[in-house]
């Protein structure tokens, strides 16, 4: 039955705000220097006429989302175009409830079919579902925000019966046999409701940043920040590293988690994780590494916490059993993870957990949290290199969801310029001190933005449907 407090999205707006990387960063076989945030403003109204509005961010991360022989450059336009499309048809759709349901329906019923239309107009290489969701996720976030500012509440206080008025059974299936049953349960059930203050942070090393001095090259920025790794773990207390790998040379590969790990652990570093970015094609190639390590660094093979999407993330189109991996290290979907069904195969392919990401929607990533949860597999939440306002849903879901060690947040290795605006609001979210983020800046309705208080300059908008 409908509620009084449903919604329908009246009004959205998008901005493009470019940044520029002070590093490059590598994604699988790409290196990236700069990027497009994409912002949206919603306005949506409820049955009594109440109105309010509502911010969602991402970065367009296309070297993540559309690996491609296509320049960056075509890839952002067509992912820029997409967003503005989706704006009009977000607004056209007329579709009505709590964030949860116009999330799901929008994808269901508008997001495909949005992006064969995009597809066929453009020719050439199509654009995945995944840049598709991605460009969706600041409009799903703006949503559940504007949600939240409506009824003067925090949003993680709304995922329950007394506002949806569908639960979890209308979203997703439990595993045949499994006897789990999600009738008359809510995200709520699965969230954690006193959510920590601050958590362990995730610094990421990435393919091309430099360990030590003796690979200074000289083309290094001299802009205040730390280049080499051991100045970043001193300066910011880290605990917790995750090492970008090739996944196309296993020399290479080994080699990096071995410097890594050593540069660490003198450091006071306790955990690593080790991300492929899909680029291997075959389990073997990671058992070795693994093997390797175990046998000739068993410190690090020891405290490498997880493995995360080794393998291509077009799960359908590559079904590879991974067992042998998971036997070794708790085995976590990233790219792979797009909504609830592709944990569910990639659980029968042997997959251990889910690394969630408010990037793919804030709707989807709740129900796959309580499909996984549901069915005993460990959470993470990994970053998109996130600045500015997308970093705010990004750290309160990871509080949120209850993972197995903390968040990843990097975008104040890459581009803290970005984000000053912010950082004077939430200085605790924007500086990782003594290998944490605080997040007691976070407060108030929605995702607790504070925006009135952010001075940020927006660029014209883009579009106002």
């Known amino acids: 039955m409908p509620k009084p407090t449903d919604i329908r999205v009246r009004e959205a707006a998008v901005y493009f705000l470019p940044i520029s990387f002070r590093v490059p960063l590598k994604f699988g076989p790409e290196t990236v220097t700069s990027a497009v945030c994409l912002r949206v403003r919603v ?143 809510y995200p709520a059930d699965y969230l954690i409701a006193d959510a920590p203050q601050t958590l362990p942070v995730w610094h990421l090393v990435g393919g091309v940043d430099t360990l030590e001095a003796s690979d200074l090259t000289g083309s290094e920025p001299n802009d205040g920040y730390p280049v080499l790794l051991d100045d970043w773990i001193k300066r910011d207390g880290l605990k917790c590293l995750k090492v970008k790998l090739r996944g196309t040379d296993a020399a290479w590969d080994y080699e990096r988690m071995q410097r890594v790990g050593r540069i660490g652990f003198a450091n006071g570093v306790r955990w690593l994780s080790a991300d492929f970015n899909c680029t291997v094609k075959d389990p073997a190639y990671v058992n070795e590494i693994m093997d390797r390590l175990l046998s000739d660094e068993p410190e690090i093979y020891a405290r490498t916490l997880y493995v995360e999407q080794p393998f291509p993330y077009d799960l359908e189109a590559n079904q590879i059993d991974v067992r042998s991996v998971s036997a070794r290290k708790p085995l976590f979907l990233d790219e792979s993870a797009h909504d609830w069904e592709f944990v569910r195969l990639g659980r029968r392919l042997g997959w251990s957990g889910v690394a969630l990401k408010t990037c793919k929607t804030q709707t989807g990533a709740l129900l796959s949290l309580c499909w996984a949860k549901a069915h005993g597999m460990p959470l993470m939440v990994q970053d998109l290199t996130n600045p500015m306002l997308a970093m705010i849903p990004h750290v309160k879901l990871a509080a949120h969801a209850g993972t197995i060690q903390g968040v990843e947040c990097n975008a104040m290795q890459f581009y803290p310029e970005a984000s000053l605006a912010e950082e004077q609001v939430h200085p605790g979210l924007f500086n990782r001190r003594d290998g944490v983020i605080d997040l007691s800046s976070v407060k108030g309705s929605g995702f607790g933005y504070r925006i009135d208080e952010i001075r940020r300059e927006l660029p014209p908008e883009a579009v106002v449907a």
Do not use: C
């Open 43 to 185: 306005r949506v109204e409820d049955g009594q006429g109440r109105q309010a509005e509502g911010w969602g961010e991402t970065p367009l991360s296309v070297s993540w989302v559309w690996p491609s022989t296509l320049s960056v450059t075509e890839r952002a336009r067509r992912m820029e175009a997409f967003s503005v499309r989706v704006a009009k048809l977000l607004v056209d759709s007329g579709l009505q409830g709590h964030p949860m349901e116009l999330g799901h329906d929008f994808q269901h019923q508008h997001l495909l079919p949005a992006l064969e239309a995009t597809n066929a107009e453009a020719g050439g290489a199509p654009m995945p579902y995944l840049g598709a969701l991605v460009a969706f996720s600041a409009f799903d976030i703006a949503v559940h925000d504007a949600f939240g500012k409506l009824l003067e509440r925090d949003v993680y206080t709304t995922y329950n019966a007394e506002f949806m008025s569908r639960d979890l059974s209308a979203y997703v299936q439990a595993e045949e046999g499994s006897g789990i049953d999600f009738s008359g349960r």
